[in-house]
Nanobody, 128 residues
């Protein structure tokens, strides 16, 4: 059973960089053929896909967030991380990491892929 767990600060000040980490257990982020996403849900709004890192290290980002988003991984810890720079109060949301239900089939990445496994989510508030 694959399990994902988000971790990071609950409160970030405007203009700072938010860093969240997803720790994966029960499956390898490199020795499988899956893609691992970051998704967020602002209060009162729907889910927003932010970006993904594929098993081979390739990354894809939402066009609306691409200039501020970076996803990296630590294969020794089976973790992947989200860096979101220059945050504003509009970045306040519950942030989730998730794994696709199907293996990655190659570029381009389709953000609408069904997600099979999700972390529980972590609340991030941007406020001074």
């Amino acid at each position: 059973q694959v399990q994902l767990q988000e971790s990071g600060p609950g409160l970030v000040k405007p203009s700072q960089t938010l860093v969240l980490t997803c720790t994966v257990s029960g499956g390898s982020i490199t020795n499988s053929y899956y893609a691992w996403s970051w998704i967020r849900q602002p209060p009162g709004k729907g889910l927003e896909w932010m970006g993904v890192i594929v098993y081979d290290g390739s990354t894809y980002y939402s066009p609306s967030l691409k200039s501020r988003t970076s996803i990296s991984r630590d294969t020794s810890k089976n973790q992947f991380s989200l860096h979101l720079s220059s945050v504003t109060p509009e970045d306040t949301a519950v942030y989730y990491c998730a794994r696709d239900a199907e293996t990655y089939s190659g570029s381009p990445y389709y953000p609408g892929m069904e997600k099979e496994y999700w972390g529980q989510g972590t609340q991030v508030t941007v406020s001074s």
